[in-house]
């Protein structure tokens, strides 16, 4: 374990159905991240929460909606998706103005049908 | 944007062998980070090299840093099977999130 647990682990849902996936970290860190990566591309920096706060949402479609209510959790509301959004969703925390390297969880790998 | 960029794509070795990956980045940095990645699970932080360094070791690996090519190379050294994963590395540029290149592919055959 890395301090940084994802569920669900999979996921497979319909394009017209609502689910979250969870991302939750214990290692006191004041910055979390989602990560999209599909098969043959860089990873994609999706958005950014600085102390709770979104700091960057990188031209993410709507139908991504991200919630932080604190700041050792971290959540993805996906609605209305498509196929092209299958894709590992990484989770990743990190200790800003350390420079210190992020802890990532182990993803949701998610198929959209 | 894409900052890093890893060559080669793959990597194919025999066990004991050296596996040299680079990268090649575009943009002043503050630290370069190497990442890990088994199939289908997170990845894993390997090591950081400020842009003022030239060379870090951590056990077998070694880290090289070139901020006049923007570049650097990952060599780990008598590889093992249990090397075989995807290698990323990251980009710090200051007060914006890491970012990564497409990775390297190792394979290593026993």
């Known amino acids: 374990e890395t301090g940084v647990t994802q569920t669900p682990r999979h996921l497979v849902m319909g394009m017209t159905n609502k689910k979250s996936l969870k991302c939750e970290q214990h290692l006191g860190h004041n ?3 989602w990560y999209k990566q599909s098969a043959k591309k860089p990873l994609e920096l999706m958005f950014v929460y600085n102390f709770k706060e979104q700091t960057e949402n990188n031209s993410v479609p709507s139908r991504f909606s991200p ?3 604190n700041s ?3 959540f993805l509301h996906l609605h209305t998706l498509q196929p092209e959004d299958s894709a590992l969703y990484l989770c990743a925390s990190s200790q800003e103005g350390t420079g210190v390297g992020y802890t990532f969880g182990s993803g949701t790998r998610l198929t959209v049908v | 944007s894409q900052q890093g960029e890893e060559d080669p794509q793959a990597l194919s070795i025999q066990e ?3 596996a040299t990956m680079n990268c090649s980045y575009k943009t002043s940095i503050n630290n370069l980070q190497w990442y890990r990645q088994n199939s289908g699970r997170g990845l894993v932080h390997l090591i950081l090299i400020r842009s003022n360094e030239r060379e870090k070791h951590s056990g077998r690996l070694r880290v ?3 901020t006049s090519k923007k570049s650097s190379s990952l060599l ?3 590889s093992r099977a249990a090397d075989t994963a995807s290698y990323f590395c990251a ?3 200051g007060n914006t999130p890491l970012v ?3 990775g390297t592919r190792l394979s290593v055959i026993a």
Request: charged fraction near 20%; include cysteine; charge should be negative.
């Open chain 2, 64 to 66: 090289t840093l070139d």
């Open chain 1, 72 to 74: 050792s959790h971290l």
């Open chain 2, 100 to 102: 990564f290149g497409k």
């Open chain 1, 31 to 33: 910055a979390m991240y």
């Open chain 2, 91 to 93: 980009t710090d540029s």
């Open chain 2, 16 to 18: 004991g062998e050296n």
């Open chain 1, 67 to 69: 919630e932080c209510p």
């Open chain 2, 76 to 78: 780990i050294t008598a």
